[in-house]
Structures are given as C-alpha cells and as structure tokens.
T-cell receptor, first 112, second 115 residues
Framework: ETGVTQTPRHLVMGMTNKKSLKCEQH?????MYWYKQSAKKPLELMFV???????ENNSVPSRFSPECPNSSHLFLHLHTLQPEDSALYLC???????????FGSGTQLSVL | AQSVAQPEDQVNVAEGNPLTVKCTYS??????LFWYVQYPNRGLQFLLK??????LVKGSYGFEAEFNKSQTSFHLKKPSALVSDSALYFC?????????????FGRGTSLIVHP
C-alpha cells in the first residue's frame, strides 16, 4: 500500500445529491492533491494544498469544493454534479510540492 | 508552459521481448521527468525520475528510461517484458526553469504483454 487511503472506493450519485470524498495520508507529507482521471485524457490536476493552504485551483467548477482540515486529511465535497463529472478521482500526497507523488487507489464516481 | 505527449494509446508486446513506451516533453527550462504505473483498480505508483546526470535512469521492476535532450524524449524501456507488466503508464514533466511546480501528466499508454 502507498500510505494514502481514499474512501469510498465507489460512489453512485444523482445530480441533486451532496456527497464527500475523503483522503487520508499516513506518510507525514505536507502537500496533498486532487486529480481527475478520465479515459484517454491527461491526468487533470484539480486542487493542491501545501501545509493546509490551497495553492492551486485549476479552474475547477464550484460544484467541487475542497477542504483540508489538517496536513493528513483532504476532502472533496460534491454537489449538483453533472454526468460528465463521472470519473476516477485520485488523491495524492508528497513531502514537498516538487517531489514524487504517492497516490491513493481512487474513488470511481458515477453521476446519474 | 510545460507539456508532455504520449503518442501511443496502446503498446502490445510479447512476453520476453523488449518494450518501449514513448514520451516527449516541452519545457522552457530544464525538465524534471517522471514515469508512473497504474495497475487495474489502483492509483498511480512512482517508477523512476530524472533530474540531472546519467541519461539512463533505472527504476522499479526492472524498468529504465532514457533521457534524450535533443529529441526532448524520455522513453520508458524494459529488456524483457512480463505479463504482469500489463498496466497503464504515465509520463510526467515539471519545468525546473520556473512556472508551475506541479508535474504535468500525459494521457497514459496502455501496455499489454501477451503470453
């Protein structure tokens, strides 16, 4: 295991639902990331937190709302999503923002 | 701006044969290059990286990558493929000359090793 745990592994939600994705890292890293993975597309960076401060927001729609209460935990709050938001959402962490990333197994999200 | 291209959606190779997965990059300064592997139902795992030094970098599971500055390439290689190497491979680049400190990933190449 990589030391980065994501829950749930699978999530099916309607367009009017509100849900949250959770990520926890046990590596003592100070940077955490959310990525979106869609088939045959480049891995898409969504948000970056460094020492609990958001340092990157890659023009992500407001229906995605991140939260980083401490260096070990990262959430992605979802509301009024669209079917095109269906994808694998990956959390990652690193010791510094320029070092190699450690990824969780992801949450496979389906929006109906 | 930094970018990376993986020109092949899929690479097929027979077990025991050498394999190459291609990656080209574009940066304004010097590149910091990575390869990651993703097995089914898993997140990405780090394989190897290049910063400076020897152009041939060795990584996990017998993989290596060759940095070629003139061709702006960083191809992943393995002398003898295994069926268990079948996975999705991602190349990533970060521009050490400035700009974003976050690596940019390619779209991935699916490697299929046939028995």
């Amino acid at each position: 295991e990589t030391g980065v745990t994501q829950t749930p592994r699978h999530l099916v939600m309607g367009m009017t639902n509100k849900k949250s994705l959770k990520c926890e890292q046990h590596l003592g890293h100070n940077a955490m990331y959310w990525y979106k993975q869609s088939a045959k597309k480049p891995l898409e960076l969504m948000f970056v937190y460094n020492f609990k401060e958001q340092t990157e927001n890659n023009s992500v729609p407001s229906r995605f709302s991140p939260e980083c209460p401490n260096s070990s935990h990262l959430f992605l709050h979802l509301h009024t999503l669209q079917p095109e938001d269906s994808a694998l959402y990956l959390c990652a962490s690193s010791q510094e923002t320029s070092e190699k990333l450690f990824f969780g197994s992801g949450t496979q999200l389906s929006v109906l | 701006a930094q970018s990376v291209a993986q020109p092949e959606d899929q690479v097929n190779v027979a077990e025991g044969n050498p394999l190459t997965v291609k990656c080209t990059y574009s940066v304004s300064g010097n590149p910091y290059l990575f390869w990651y592997v993703q097995y089914p139902n898993r997140g990405l795992q780090f394989l190897l990286k290049y910063i400076t030094g020897d152009n041939l970098v060795k990584g996990s599971y017998g993989f290596e990558a060759e940095f070629n500055k003139s061709q702006t390439s960083f191809h992943l290689k393995k002398p003898s493929a295994l069926v268990s190497d079948s996975a999705l491979y991602f190349c990533a680049v970060r521009d050490m000359g400035g700009g974003s400190y976050i690596p940019t990933f390619g779209r991935g190449t699916s490697l299929i090793v046939h028995p």
